[in-house]
């Protein structure tokens, strides 16, 4: 599979670094990029893929969820980050993606530069 | 009664702000204030760190920037060692500035201001993105995405990391140019080269096009201000600040920038977390002035390059002696980004660039670091003081944006006069008031080396402080 894992967080911040440190470790295959927030370059670096995954800390989220990336319907701002919709909207409309894409929602809730409390549960 | 009218958030800028605007009993405006009202206070926290930790630590300021926090602050760092860097950390540094001028550059004109420009100041403003661009020619978005994307391959490519990488340190760098990556960026520049062309033959018929917006937003004489090398070309890591008049004038042919604080004040306002520098001779607040890539070639009498120098002789046709029209910055921009890849092609094609001599050692040697260098947005200074130890005492950074505040607040008012019917409200007279402020691409997370991206209020104030109207945009 030609799949593509993109962890999106801060990992000084706590919670924020999740994704990154759920990503290291992943035992699925797949290249990884690890990124402390999409920008709209992204699309271009995900057109390649059958599939993406995006891993993101998400403060709403009370276990683990995957679900698939929706087209990102109502127009974004689009400005210095963007969301997994509208990063995957512009690979398809300009790179000729054509893959499944999925964003992984962890639970955070601390965002203070400690050590993070989600992940202890999470690789627990 | 007089109104007052207030933009908040500010769209399509870095950090938060509001405007308000605030109207007469005519119906006229007779005033307006472009508020920042974020903190973060880096100056502060800097206070007992080592200065080694400096440029990690400072580059957390900006997403958009962090090289350019990293080398002012590595170079304060150089000082405070007292060594000369080695020359290929020098060409390092000086590559990765001009990476970072190409992405940051892209990201404001291709992302943030061409909606504006390709889709017109009254288009709705669900279409005002980069896919309501895309809707109308896709190959000028997808440029402009290859475009960010090639200088942030060349950061990532140099230091692991395209966002605040641990990379700069007092006495140079942390690693070695990868050869291959001199071969892969090469490989792009003939892509790139042509999609400056077309940008560039859009933006001058632009610059014909928008001829009210010209006019209105932020066309007045200030001073410009910027690093020159001998050369008379923009330095963007190292040479003299030079000041020019509203009249091309040269007020300052070339001051030491390590002497900043001796022709560089700065104000505060109550009404702002964002600063007021200005130009101590002329006073505040006749000592505006401006930076960044139009002030940048204000000051110039060339670029530097061939490619740049061509669009650099048009450009200035625009203006009389200087160019004051604040909208001509979106040109400088991309006359700016032709100049980066050029001078980025002439570094990798010195073998020196992959020398791994990239660090000079040596304990603390001075109590006081002063650096500076162009970022994307104009002049950047970082001042540390030390104890016996090497911690940080004191610090102050004079960020770009914040050197801008003045004349951003001017554009503001003459934007507003000219372009908001405070009695028949429209959200495109507004955008241009927002538009106004984009043409300096202000970072106001770096200003007030802030958190956050900018959303605009706008709100309409009366005489007797009533809020009479407001527009919000998240």
């Avoid at chain 1, 509208?86 to 964003?103: H, S, T």
């Avoid at chain 2, 001028?101 to 009254?122: E, K, N, R, V, Y």
């Avoid at chain 2, 923009?234 to 004038?249: E, F, I, M, Q």
């Avoid at chain 2, 530097?304 to 029209?325: I, S």
Wanted: glycine share 10%; net charge negative.
């Amino acid at each position: 599979m030609n799949r593509l894992f993109v962890a999106i967080g801060n990992p000084l911040r706590g919670d924020d670094g999740v994704a990154w440190r759920v990503l290291d470790r992943l035992r699925l295959s797949g290249d990884r990029l690890h990124l402390h927030q999409l920008t709209p370059e992204v699309a271009a670096e995900i057109a390649p893929y059958a599939e993406v995954v995006f891993l993101d800390a998400d403060v709403e989220a009370e276990v683990p969820v995957v679900e698939p990336v929706g087209d990102a319907t109502a127009a974004s701002a689009f400005t210095h980050h963007v969301s997994p919709a509208a990063v995957v909207r512009a690979a398809r409309l300009w790179f000729g993606f054509a893959g499944n894409a999925w964003l992984c929602r962890l639970p955070a809730r601390d965002f203070e530069p400690v050590v993070p409390s989600s992940e202890v549960q999470l690789l627990r | 009664m007089s109104t007052r009218i207030t933009i908040q958030p500010v769209t399509r800028i870095e950090g938060h702000a509001k405007v308000t605007l605030h109207v007469d009993e005519d119906g006229a405006i007779n005033g307006a204030q472009f508020h920042v009202i974020e903190f973060r206070g880096f100056e502060k926290i800097a206070l007992g760190r080592p200065f080694t930790e400096m440029p990690g630590l400072m580059a957390r300021i900006c997403g958009i920037c962090p090289i350019s926090h990293i080398i002012a602050s590595s170079k304060a760092g150089d000082m405070l060692l007292g060594v000369r860097t080695p020359r290929a950390a020098v060409l390092q540094r000086r590559l990765l500035t001009d990476a970072q001028i190409l992405q940051s550059h892209a990201l404001s004109f291709f992302h943030l201001s061409s909606p504006d420009l390709l889709l017109g100041f009254d288009a709705p403003p669900s279409k005002r993105n980069l896919f309501g661009v895309a809707e109308t020619d896709v190959e000028f978005a997808r440029a402009g995405i290859r475009l960010r994307q090639l200088g942030q391959r060349i950061i990532e490519g140099v230091t692991g990391k395209r966002v605040h990488p641990n990379w700069g340190i007092p006495g140079g760098v942390l690693g070695a140019v990868p050869g291959e990556l001199r071969d892969e960026v090469l490989a792009r520049l003939p892509e790139s080269y042509a999609a400056m062309d077309d940008a560039l033959g859009r933006a001058k018929r632009w610059a014909d096009q928008y001829a009210p917006e010209i006019e209105g937003m932020g066309n007045f004489p200030s001073l410009h201000a910027g690093l020159v090398g001998a050369d008379g070309a923009p330095d963007y890591y190292d040479g003299k600040l030079r000041l020019v008049d509203g009249d091309g004038n040269v007020v300052a042919p070339g001051l030491d920038p390590r002497r900043y604080f001796e022709y560089l004040e700065e104000r505060a306002e109550p009404w702002s977390y964002m600063k007021f520098p200005f130009y101590k001779p002329l006073g505040y607040p006749n000592g505006m002035y401006r930076v960044g890539p139009l002030s940048r070639l204000n000051v110039a009498t060339c670029m530097g390059t061939e490619r740049a120098d061509r669009e650099f002789v048009e450009l200035r046709q625009r203006g009389g002696g200087a160019v004051n029209a604040s909208f001509h910055y979106h040109l400088a921009r991309l006359v700016e980004m032709v100049g980066a890849l050029e001078r980025m092609e002439r570094l990798f094609a010195d073998p020196e660039l992959l020398s791994a001599d990239v660090r000079s050692r040596a304990m603390l040697n001075e109590e006081e670091g002063i650096g500076s260098c162009e970022a994307p947005r104009g002049v950047l200074f970082h001042h540390y003081k030390v104890d016996g130890n090497g911690l940080v005492t004191s610090a102050n950074l004079l960020i770009a944006t914040a050197q801008n505040n003045l004349a951003i607040n001017r554009t503001v008012e003459q934007a507003a006069r000219r372009f908001v019917k405070p009695d028949a409200l429209q959200e495109g007279m507004l955008n241009r008031v927002e538009a106004a402020i984009r043409c300096y691409d202000p970072c106001l997370s770096c200003s007030t080396h802030a958190l956050g991206q900018m959303p605009l209020v706008l709100e309409l104030v009366g005489p007797d402080g009533t809020v009479r109207d407001r527009l919000q945009r998240e």
